[in-house]
């Protein structure tokens, strides 16, 4: 971090520096100015443009970045079946934490019911904020995209495209796998992927928002949520977390599980909670879920 820092302080123009990078780079960044307050001063006023891809943007990371840097930092959004790119935040300081933008120029995008594409577009939040916790399912379904970035096919794997490539009302719609609400102002908040929605006693648990609210504890540096198998509830939420080197065995993951309790709804909150020394994930920055799942002994183990 020291050298990329010195790089930005060297060659990156006052007020014109471009950065774009992914989360956990953002991440380190803003966790290393907090230790070093010598050098916000300096990094004041550098950056023209922050955005933040490969993977969701937690608002844990957001907010420090930006104050420590005093930057503008927005999340993009794409796919390689859409490439380069699907969505930007905008730049005006108008952008929302946890919503990726509005399309590029030349795309349009829907949210369309999740497990019967043929049923059509979802309704649209009515606001600019987020609907109510409680509501947020009427609005939820499956981010879908029309434009000329979206690919003709998978390569020799017809059934896989007629899966991700759909028509309605005469137009191609690629499929991403992403699930999120659109507001008013047609910007989209994207709940999770699909595949890892967690389902426990009929409740809809979503990874990325119960990642967003334990990462707000001060002794968390990274995190992780997956479904783990469960007899009784179907799936249980799992959390795997790693701490800041200043809370390093100070923190216990039932002390952790305490502040869950206190801070989260009660059916996102994790059975349990694993401490480890580093969270894995792609050499992209996005967490390896998967990964972690796969290394509990429970979940090849059928429900």
């Known amino acids: 971090m020291n050298v990329l820092v010195e790089e930005l302080l060297k060659s990156g123009p006052k007020g014109g520096t471009i950065f774009p990078g992914v989360e956990i780079?953002?991440?380190?960044?803003?966790?290393?100015?907090?230790?070093?307050?010598?050098?916000?001063?300096?990094?004041?006023?550098?950056?023209?443009?922050?955005?933040?891809?490969?993977?969701?943007?937690?608002?844990?990371?957001?907010?420090?970045?930006?104050?420590?840097?005093?930057?503008?930092?927005?999340?993009?959004?794409?796919?390689?079946?859409?490439?380069?790119?699907?969505?930007?935040?905008?730049?005006?300081?108008?952008?929302?934490?946890?919503?990726?933008?509005?399309?590029?120029?030349?795309?349009?995008?829907?949210?369309?019911?999740?497990?019967?594409?043929?049923?059509?577009?979802?309704?649209?939040?009515?606001?600019?904020?987020?609907?109510?916790?409680?509501?947020?399912?009427?609005?939820?379904?499956?981010?879908?995209?029309?434009?000329?970035?979206?690919?003709?096919?998978?390569?020799?794997?017809?059934?896989?495209?007629?899966?991700?490539?759909?028509?309605?009302?005469?137009?191609?719609?690629?499929?991403?796998?992403?699930l999120g609400f659109m507001d008013s102002t047609g910007q989209i908040t994207i709940r999770d992927r699909k595949k890892q929605m967690i389902k426990m006693k009929g409740y809809a648990v979503f990874p990325k928002e119960v990642e967003d609210l334990i990462g707000r504890n001060n002794a968390v540096r990274d995190v992780a949520v997956a479904g783990i198998p469960d007899k009784e509830t179907g799936e249980f939420v799992k959390a795997w977390v790693s701490l800041k080197p200043e809370f390093k065995d100070q923190v216990t993951a039932e002390q952790l599980l305490e502040w869950c309790k206190q801070n989260l709804s009660h059916y996102k909150v994790p059975k349990e909670i694993e401490i480890r020394e580093d969270i894995p994930t792609t050499a992209t920055g996005k967490v390896m879920r998967r990964v972690l799942q796969e290394q509990d002994p429970r979940f090849g183990v059928k429900k």
Request: charged residues 25%; proline residues 8%.
């Open 25 to 178: 780079l953002f991440n380190r960044l803003g966790m290393y100015l907090k230790d070093h307050p010598e050098l916000k001063s300096e990094l004041a006023g550098m950056f023209r443009l922050c955005t933040s891809g490969a993977g969701p943007l937690h608002r844990y990371v957001k907010d420090p970045f930006e104050q420590y840097t005093g930057a503008r930092l927005v999340e993009g959004y794409g796919l390689a079946e859409a490439s380069p790119s699907v969505s930007g935040g905008p730049l005006n300081g108008k952008d929302q934490p946890g919503k990726i933008g509005l399309p590029m120029c030349g795309t349009d995008w829907g949210i369309f019911d999740a497990v019967d594409f043929t049923k059509g577009m979802k309704p649209i939040f009515p606001g600019e904020g987020d609907p109510k916790e409680e509501e947020r399912d009427i609005y939820t379904g499956e981010i879908c995209v029309c434009g000329p970035q979206v690919m003709k096919e998978y390569l020799n794997r017809p059934e896989e495209t007629a899966d991700t490539l759909k028509t309605y009302d005469g137009r191609t719609w690629l499929l991403t796998g992403d």
